[in-house]
């Protein structure tokens, strides 16, 4: 959905969630960032991903891609996932008889996947095996914006290794400055929990 399509419902009983959405935002609205015209250039597929991107963020999202989902909306994207997406989750809903709660999750799981892609080629096109397990960078420059992010090679690698966006300062530890194998990677959880369980054992 855009929210600025004429096809939203706004009625008395329901709350205009829509105000909240981030593709109102100057610079998106009235727009087609939200509709790219199929999937097989690379500028579509990158306007997908950057929209999709954004709807991560977006904080009616959950509402929206459910609202989209109730709606069988079959054009563009709608609460970060595209149509493909959206009909696959309605069928998994009505094989699976999933209550909301499993909904959301299924939902969730989606926009996890799609957050994980774009990183991941970044990760697998930018490095370089070493020896011994490390893994070198191969660009010169020291951050990179992917899917509307901003990471430095370190916390892109991290991101892709553990699942999750590293909280506090991501370090080598395997004494190589410039590795960034992903298993040879620290954040402030990670540290914490080897000297958790140092001081533990
Ligand atoms: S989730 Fe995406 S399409 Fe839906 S309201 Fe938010 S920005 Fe717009
Ligand atoms: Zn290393």
């Not at 097989?40 to 597929?45: G, L, V």
């Not at 991290?158 to 530890?173: C, L, T, Y």
Request: proline share 4%; hydrophobic share 30%.
């Amino acid at each position: 959905m855009n929210p600025s399509s004429t096809r939203a419902i706004s009625t008395d009983h329901t709350p205009d969630w829509r105000l909240q959405a981030d593709c109102r935002r100057p610079g998106y609205f009235g727009t087609d960032h939200w509709f790219p015209t199929g999937t097989k250039t690379r500028k579509d597929r990158e306007q997908a991903a950057d929209a999709k991107a954004i709807c991560r963020e977006c904080p009616v999202a959950l509402h929206c891609a459910t609202w989209a989902l109730r709606r069988r909306e079959e054009d563009g994207i709608a609460g970060g996932l595209d149509a493909d997406q959206r009909r696959s989750i309605r069928r998994r809903v009505m094989k699976e008889q999933l209550s909301s709660e499993q909904t959301a999750d299924v939902i969730r799981a989606a926009w996890a996947k799609d957050a994980q892609g774009p990183l991941v080629d970044t990760y697998l096109r930018s490095t370089r095996q070493g020896n011994d397990g490390h893994v070198w960078w191969r660009g010169l420059k020291s951050s990179y914006t992917v899917a509307g992010r901003v990471f430095t090679p370190r916390q892109l690698a991290f991101e892709v290794g553990h699942g999750r966006a590293p909280h506090g300062q991501v370090k080598s530890i395997c004494g190589e400055q410039f590795c960034v194998a992903y298993e040879h990677l620290t954040d402030g959880v990670v540290h914490w929990q080897r000297e958790h369980l140092a001081t533990a054992s």
